[in-house]
C-alpha cells in the first residue's frame, strides 16, 4: 500500500468519524432524562461516562488530524523526493549532451574553460546525491516499503548516472587540456615575443628623443644602435622564428576563428619586427650624418676657443712708454694683424653659432643649455677681444703721433741748444779793456742765460706729455 492508498484509507476514516461527531452530543441530551430518574451515584456514573466518550471523541480526531499531517508529509517527501532524483538525472542526460559537443569543438582554448566549469558542476552533484540519500532515510519510516524501494532503486541509477557523466567530463577535460598545451605554449611564446619586442621599442623610443651633445657620446650611441640591431636579428633567427613555426602548426589544425587569429598574431609580429628594425637603421643613418656636422663643429669651435685664448694672452702684453718708436710701430702693426685675424674668427665663430642653432633643435634641455653657455661665452669673449685690440691700436696710434711730435720738438731743442752753445763759445774769449767790452759781454751772457730758462721751462713742459722719449728729454 503507498501513500496515496493510505490516504484514501484514512480518508475512509474520516468521513466516517465526520458521521458520527454529533453522537458525544446526542448522549450528552439523553443524558439529562436519564439523570432526573436515578439517584446521585447513578447520575455521577453516567456524568462520567458521557465525559469519557467526549474526550475519546477528541483524541481520535486529533490522532486522525494526525495520521494525516504524517501521511499527507510522508507523500509530500515521497513526490518530492522522486521528483528531484528525476530532475537531477535529466540534468546528467542533459550535462552529458553538453560536454559532448565541447568534446567535438575545434575551439579548444576557448572551450576549455567551460569543460572545466562543467566537470565541477558534476562533481559538485554529488552533495545534491547525498542530500537525497539522507532525505530518503529520513523519511523512510514514514514510507511504504514499496515507495522506499523505488525511491533506493532510483537513487542509485542516478548515482550510475553521475558517474558515467563524472568519468565523459573529465576525460573530455584531459583530451581538451592535452590539446590546448601547444595552442597555449604558443600563446606564452607569442606573447614573449610581443613583450620583448614592444620593450626593445620603447627603450629605442625613448632614446631617440634627443641626440648626444657630444660627437663622442654619438659614435658610442651609433655603436649601442649596432649592436641592438644585431640582437634583433640574433632573436628573429631564434625565437621568433620558432613562434612562426607553431603558426603554421596551428593553421593546419584550427578552426576559421583560430586561424583569423594566428593571422592577426603574425602580422602584429611581422609589423612590430620591421617597424622596430626600420627605425634603429633610419636612427643610425641620421645619427652617423649628423655626426660629420658635429665633428666640424667641435672642431671649429676648439678652434674659435684656442685663438680666443691667444688673443687674450697677446692683449694681455702691456705696451711700456719708454721703449722706441721701433717697438712701437712693430706692436701696432702685430695688433694691426690680431684686428684683422679677429674679424676672420668672427666669421668662424657666425658659421659656428649656425651650426650650433641646428645642433640644438634636438638636444635634451641641460644640453641646450650647456651648448648655449658655451656659445655665449665665446659671443662675449669674442666681443671683449674686438674691443680691447680696437683700444689698444687707439692707444698705440695716440702714443706713436705722441712720439714722433715730441722727437720732432727734441730735435728742434738740440738744434737751439747747439746754437746756444755755439754762442757761448763765441763769447769766450778775451774781454776788452773798455768797460763798454764788458757790458756787451755781460749783456750777450744774460740773453743766453733767459734763453737757457725759457728752454728749461719748455723742456719741464714737453716732459710732462713726452710719452715714449722721456729718456731723451731726461739726457737733454
Known amino acids: 500500500m503507498n501513500s496515496d492508498e493510505r490516504l484514501e484509507k484514512l480518508q475512509e476514516n474520516v468521513n466516517d468519524f465526520e458521521e458520527n461527531k454529533d453522537q458525544p452530543s446526542a448522549i450528552e441530551e439523553k443524558s439529562k432524562f436519564v439523570l432526573q430518574e436515578i439517584g446521585d451515584m447513578d447520575q455521577q456514573q453516567v456524568n462520567e461516562q458521557t465525559k469519557s466518550v467526549q474526550r475519546r471523541m477528541k483524541d481520535l480526531k486529533k490522532r486522525i488530524d494526525r495520521k494525516k499531517q504524517i501521511i499527507e508529509m510522508a507523500q509530500t517527501g515521497y513526490k518530492n523526493t ?35 566549469s562543467k566537470v565541477k558542476e558534476v ?18 519510516s514514514d514510507l511504504e516499503a514499496s515507495e522506499y524501494e523505488e ?63 657630444k660627437a663622442t657620446n654619438m659614435e658610442k650611441k651609433v655603436a649601442r644602435l649596432k649592436k641592438d640591431l644585431t640582437e634583433i636579428t640574433e632573436y628573429e633567427e631564434s625565437k621568433i622564428s620558432q613562434v612562426k613555426l607553431g603558426i603554421i602548426s596551428l593553421k593546419k589544425n584550427g578552426d576559421s576563428k583560430m586561424k583569423a587569429k594566428i593571422d592577426q598574431h603574425s602580422s602584429e609580429i611581422d609589423s612590430s619586427l620591421k617597424s622596430l628594425k626600420d627605425h634603429i637603421k633610419n636612427r643610425i643613418s641620421d645619427l652617423e650624418e649628423k655626426l660629420e656636422l658635429q665633428r666640424e663643429f667641435e672642431i671649429e669651435f676648439q678652434k674659435c676657443v684656442s685663438w680666443l685664448d691667444q688673443a687674450e694672452t697677446i692683449l694681455s702684453t702691456e705696451v711700456r712708454g719708454t721703449i722706441n718708436i721701433a717697438i712701437l710701430d712693430e706692436h ?38 650647456s651648448l648655449q653657455t658655451q656659445m655665449d661665452d665665446v659671443c662675449d669673449k669674442q666681443n671683449h677681444v674686438a674691443d680691447t685690440v680696437n683700444a689698444k691700436i687707439n ?33 769766450n ?7 763798454e767790452d764788458a757790458e756787451d759781454v755781460l749783456e750777450a751772457y744774460g740773453k743766453i742765460l733767459n734763453n737757457l730758462k725759457s728752454f728749461k721751462s719748455q723742456m719741464e713742459d714737453l716732459q710732462k706729455t713726452a710719452g715714449t722719449n722721456v729718456n731723451e728729454l731726461k739726457a737733454l
Request: proline share 1%.
Open 82 to 116: 522522486k521528483k528531484e532524483i528525476e530532475d537531477t538525472e535529466s540534468w546528467f542526460k542533459a550535462k552529458y549532451v553538453e560536454v559532448q559537443a565541447l568534446s567535438s569543438s575545434t575551439a579548444i582554448t576557448d572551450k576549455l574553460s567551460e569543460c572545466k
Open 123 to 140: 562533481e559538485s552533484k554529488l552533495m545534491v546525491i547525498e542530500s537525497l540519500e539522507t532525505k530518503i532515510d529520513t523519511i523512510s
Open 151 to 213: 525511491l533506493k532503486q532510483k537513487l542509485t541509477i542516478l548515482i550510475e548516472e553521475q558517474k558515467k557523466v563524472s568519468v565523459f567530463a573529465k576525460s573530455t577535460l584531459k583530451t581538451l587540456v592535452e590539446s590546448s598545451d601547444y595552442q597555449k605554449k604558443f600563446e606564452n611564446d607569442f606573447g614573449e615575443v610581443q613583450n620583448w619586442l614592444k620593450i626593445k621599442t620603447n627603450e629605442f623610443m625613448k632614446g631617440s628623443e634627443y641626440d648626444p651633445l
Open 332 to 369: 701696432h702693426y702685430k695688433f694691426e694683424k690680431l684686428k684683422r685675424d679677429e674679424e676672420d674668427n668672427r666669421k668662424r665663430v657666425t658659421e659656428v653659432f649656425e651650426k650650433a642653432n641646428k645642433i640644438m633643435e634636438k638636444l635634451t634641455d641641460a644640453d641646450r643649455i
Open 395 to 427: 692707444n698705440l696710434v695716440k702714443n706713436i703721433e705722441v712720439y714722433k711730435m715730441t722727437a720732432q720738438k727734441i730735435e728742434n731743442s738740440v738744434n737751439h741748444l747747439t746754437e746756444i752753445q755755439r754762442q757761448i763759445r763765441l763769447l
Open 429 to 435: 774769449k778775451p774781454i776788452g779793456y773798455r768797460v
